[in-house]
């Protein structure tokens, strides 16, 4: 069974650049979560889908960043402008239901200068 | 506020020797409780899950245990291996309003020879 698909790897852009990460979850799976993960901290849920819709996203800071599902398969998540602070991995989990256990991708590191 | 404690930061240990890493946890209402091991460069993977009436879990080498009383759980790794370097979180769910997880900041272990 293929896992959580995330791309780029690595994306290194300067402040106020615009950046989209893309995600491809398990197959079947209908709740797809973001997370940030700052360096030496555990992942923070940015946002969560439920299909297409979003069920939680009482974290993401929504002036600079967006998500989408719009099928309710894959996913991007968009940051514009990126800050020095946006310095993090970006991970996305997937999980049969929203009450299963949920399964990362590989996450992308992202690096504001 | 739902927090979750991990302790020690970080553990330098020689191959084959044992460890024991440290999770205290102010989650309610508690539903269950994860181990993840985190590669460099990685995901976090599962590794043990436990409900409120398990105290104890094995998966290989790892073994959790649980004290829903105190609230603690501990991850014992025997006979450590070069492998098992990796940043290991503690990861708490609370019952209602989907999955919602808390995550530790992680305890970095790295394995010598």
């Known amino acids: 069974e293929a896992g959580v698909a995330q791309s780029p790897r690595y994306k290194i852009i300067e402040k106020r650049q615009s950046v989209a990460f893309w995600c491809n979850p398990i197959s079947g799976h209908a709740t797809l979560y973001w997370y940030q993960q700052i360096l030496g901290q555990g992942p923070k849920l940015l946002i969560q889908?439920?299909?297409?819709?979003?069920?939680?996203d009482s974290q993401l800071p929504k002036d600079r960043f967006s998500a989408e599902r719009l099928k309710g398969v894959d996913s991007t998540l968009k940051i514009q402008p990126a800050k020095l602070e946006d310095s993090a991995v970006y991970l996305c989990a997937s999980s049969i239901t929203s009450r299963a256990e949920q399964f990362f991708g590989p996450g992308t590191r992202l690096t504001v200068l | 506020k739902n927090q979750v404690e991990q302790s020690p930061q970080s553990l330098i240990i020689l191959e084959g020797k044992n460890c024991t890493l440290q999770?205290?946890?102010?989650?309610?209402?508690?539903?269950?409780l994860r181990w993840y091991k985190q590669d460099t460069g990685r995901g976090p993977v599962s590794l043990t899950i436990m409900t409120f009436s398990e105290n104890t879990k094995s998966n290989g080498r790892y073994t959790a245990t649980l004290d829903a009383d105190t609230k603690q759980s501990s991850l014992h790794i025997t006979a450590s291996q070069l492998s098992d370097s990796a940043s290991y979180i503690c990861?708490?769910?609370?019952?209602?309003?989907?999955?919602?997880?808390?995550f530790g900041t992680g305890t970095q272990l790295k394995v010598e020879l």
């Open positions: 999770c205290n946890y102010t989650v309610s209402p508690f539903s269950n």
């Open positions: 990861v708490v769910s609370a019952t209602g309003g989907g999955n919602k997880l808390t």
């Open positions: 889908f439920q299909n297409n819709g979003v069920v939680d």
